[in-house]
């Protein structure tokens, strides 16, 4: 899964490159624990049963954001708008690590 999400990341980011982005709704200190909780997620997944894996992805997913208080489409948003950063998004992901290497969940601040 966790090569899925790179990917998804990867396409929208691509599909968006050339074009203007708003401000996302969500912050980026909500981005960072959202990747972080999906990255577990993805973690938990690697010895699921692959005829259902994708189905139960999605219910991580959805249950993430509804952690976090995100709607899936503001989460879409906002990966498109970090993805048109880059800058933005490196620094994002060094927070997402150092929150993985401090086995930090969601709920802690």
Do not use: W
Not at 27 to 48: C, F, G, P, R, W
Request: hydrophobic fraction near 40%; glycine fraction near 2%.
């Amino acid at each position: 899964m966790m090569n899925r999400l790179f990917i998804y990341i990867l396409i929208c980011g691509l599909s968006v490159a050339c074009q203007k982005t708003e401000k996302p709704q969500v912050d980026k200190d909500t981005m960072v624990k959202i990747l972080a909780d999906m990255h577990v997620s993805d973690a938990v997944l690697a010895n699921v049963n692959p005829g259902i894996k994708d189905s139960v992805s999605k219910v991580y997913l959805d249950e993430i954001l509804k952690i976090h208080n995100v709607k899936k489409t503001d989460f879409d948003k906002a990966i498109k708008y970090y993805e048109s950063k880059p800058e933005i998004l490196e620094t994002m992901y060094e927070d997402v690590l150092k929150r993985l290497e401090n086995g930090t969940t969601d709920n802690d601040k």
